[in-house]
């Protein structure tokens, strides 16, 4: 009886011990895992400096060139500016707007090629998809990108690592608009400026709600005594 019950108390820590290690397992979400790489502990950013008073629109681009350009004339009108994460496909047949990005000292970046599931997808694809991006807006646009923007904020390790080889930072957001699903201007707008913090990064896209949006969130955070700058610059020190 008494090996029956050491047997049963053996058995017992075993998996209770086991039991312990699955929910460690399971409360550790892999996006707060931070991997080293080259010595480095690499991780996606999701603000920028809080220590000064700046905030960045960051505009994933896809589609309507037209639209890319009345936004940069927007924000020339405020004197605002803006970084634009293209995809690669498009900055192919976009030539002029990647110009017109440049010329008017807004920032250009990397949103990948195919807009991918990067999550679900090999270190080799996704090296490929940042690299190819990067090599046509550098010869297109003379411009090399610095930052990437994981379509769909979708990344694992293999973003991580394959971004910090090609000399990227990863960059998420802090704000959302979600304007590729709702149309509403008023509720762009709100979830562009609520409870705005140092260093926000502003989601959004080149949609015609959204631009409608564009003047009066930038006149929202001028007012309230937030500069709009790039991505790298609200990331400076």
Same mark, same amino acid.
Request: proline share 3%.
């Given at each position: 009886?008494?090996?029956?019950?050491?047997?049963?108390?053996?058995?017992?820590?075993?998996?209770?011990?086991?039991?312990?290690?699955?929910?460690?397992?399971?409360?550790?979400?892999?996006?707060?895992?931070?991997?080293?790489?080259?010595?480095?502990?690499?991780?996606?950013?999701?603000?920028?400096?809080?220590?000064?008073?700046?905030?960045?629109?960051?505009?994933?681009?896809?589609?309507?060139?037209?639209?890319?350009?009345?936004?940069?004339?927007?924000?020339?009108?405020?004197?605002?500016?803006?970084?634009?994460?293209?995809?690669?496909?498009?900055?192919?047949?976009?030539?002029?707007?990647?110009?017109?990005?440049?010329? #008017?000292?807004?920032?250009?970046?990397?949103?990948?090629? *195919?807009? @991918?599931?990067? /999550?679900? $997808?090999?270190?080799? =694809?996704?090296?490929?998809?940042?690299?190819?991006?990067?090599?046509?807006?550098?010869?297109?646009?003379?411009?090399?990108?610095?930052?990437?923007?994981?379509?769909?904020? #979708?990344?694992?390790?293999?973003?991580?690592?394959?971004? *910090?080889? @090609?000399?990227? /930072?990863? $960059?998420?957001?802090? =704000?959302?608009?979600?304007?590729?699903?709702?149309?509403?201007?008023?509720?762009?707008?709100?979830?562009?400026?609520?409870?705005?913090?140092?260093?926000?990064?502003?989601?959004?896209?080149?949609?015609?709600?959204?631009?409608?949006?564009?003047?009066?969130?930038?006149?929202?955070?001028?007012?309230?005594?937030?500069?709009?700058?790039?991505?790298?610059?609200?990331?400076?020190?």
């Amino acid at each position: 009886m008494k090996i029956l019950n050491k047997k049963l108390t053996i058995f017992t820590n075993v998996i209770l011990g086991l039991l312990v290690i699955v929910v460690t397992l399971i409360s550790f979400s892999p996006d707060t895992i931070v991997p080293i790489y080259g010595g480095e502990r690499v991780q996606a950013i999701y603000n920028g400096n809080k220590q000064k008073n700046n905030v960045s629109l960051m505009i994933n681009v896809y589609e309507n060139s037209d639209v890319v350009c009345e936004m940069i004339e927007v924000l020339n009108r405020y004197n605002a500016k803006a970084t634009f994460f293209v995809g690669g496909c498009w900055a192919d047949d976009n030539k002029e707007t990647l110009l017109k990005i440049v010329e #008017s000292g807004n920032e250009i970046a990397n949103h990948g090629y *195919f807009h @991918l599931d990067h /999550k679900n $997808i090999s270190y080799e =694809k996704n090296y490929q998809e940042i690299n190819l991006t990067g090599i046509i807006i550098e010869s297109l646009a003379g411009v090399k990108p610095t930052l990437f923007a994981p379509p769909s904020g #979708s990344f694992s390790d293999h973003t991580l690592e394959s971004a *910090f080889e @090609l000399g990227y /930072k990863v $960059i998420m957001w802090s =704000k959302d608009t979600i304007d590729w699903r709702d149309f509403n201007v008023d509720l762009i707008v709100k979830r562009a400026t609520k409870n705005p913090e140092n260093g926000d990064f502003i989601l959004m896209h080149p949609k015609k709600h959204t631009l409608n949006a564009l003047p009066k969130i930038i006149e929202f955070y001028q007012s309230s005594g937030y500069n709009l700058v790039t991505v790298s610059e609200n990331l400076s020190e």
